[in-house]
């Protein structure tokens, strides 16, 4: 073998050698891409996840509520996050008699929609981290604060209602900030610690003797409590 052919195998091997580098670092380079390119596709999908779940919690609040704005809330947690206080004034609601079985209709679909949305958002979380959401626990208590006999006064019927609203309210401000913030544990509260601070027009109490007053009242006279 001649010093030419001796060159040429050894430079043959350096560019064999050079190109399986470069074959390798390619292939490296389209790995490491398409795991960023994932974790991308992955964080846009849960946050599109979570923005729809969001929003069919909104719903619900807004199907539970029918006060038309005519009832404005205030709601707080004290005993560091181990009570709710439902704070509503009452705006000039005229307290028209609900339909009942339509109105439990529309709330248990919106139920369901918001259950089909927190059941998506379990494909992009781990279970424990799901769990801190406190979901099953937040839907169960919202449940429970609707449950009324229906022999129960009008009275009975919008203080539960109220209570429902407030809850409902106030979890979604608490449900964006769970996402938000990393998924912290979220407040742990039952709903007998969920309270009820209701001002009414002339001061008085919310009973049935007020809704009969509110319903009896004319349209402009009622509504002259509303702001502007």
């Known amino acids: ?28 380079q389209t790995k490491t891409q398409a795991a960023f390119a ?10 599109r996840t979570f923005e729809a779940f969001y929003g069919k919690w909104s719903d619900l609040c807004q199907t539970i509520d029918v006060t038309d704005g005519y009832i404005g809330f205030d709601l707080r947690s004290i005993q560091n996050h181990q009570m709710i206080v439902v704070d509503a004034t009452d705006l000039g609601y005229s307290f028209e008699a609900l339909d009942r079985p339509s109105y439990r209709r529309k709330v248990i679909h919106a139920m369901d929609e918001a259950v089909a949305a927190h059941d998506r958002l379990t494909l992009w979380l781990p279970s424990t981290t799901i769990d801190s959401m406190r979901f099953n626990e937040v839907l ?43 998924y912290p544990p979220a407040p742990d509260i039952d709903y007998k610690n969920v309270r009820l601070v209701f001002r009414a027009r002339d001061g008085g109490l919310l009973n049935d003797e007020y809704i009969r007053e509110s319903r009896s009242l004319p349209w402009n006279e009622i509504h002259k409590f509303a702001p502007p």
């Open 1 to 28: 073998m001649n010093r030419f052919e001796r060159y040429s195998i050894v430079a043959g091997i350096a560019l064999s050698a050079v190109s399986a580098v470069a074959s390798a670092y390619a292939a490296w």
């Open 38 to 47: 994932q974790q991308a596709l992955t964080a846009s999908d849960l946050n």
């Open 140 to 182: 169960g208590n919202l449940i429970v604060l609707s449950r009324v006999d229906v022999s129960e006064s009008d009275a009975r019927r919008y203080n539960a209602m109220l209570k429902q609203i407030g809850y409902c309210r106030i979890w979604k401000t608490w449900f964006m900030g769970w996402f938000k913030e990393g």
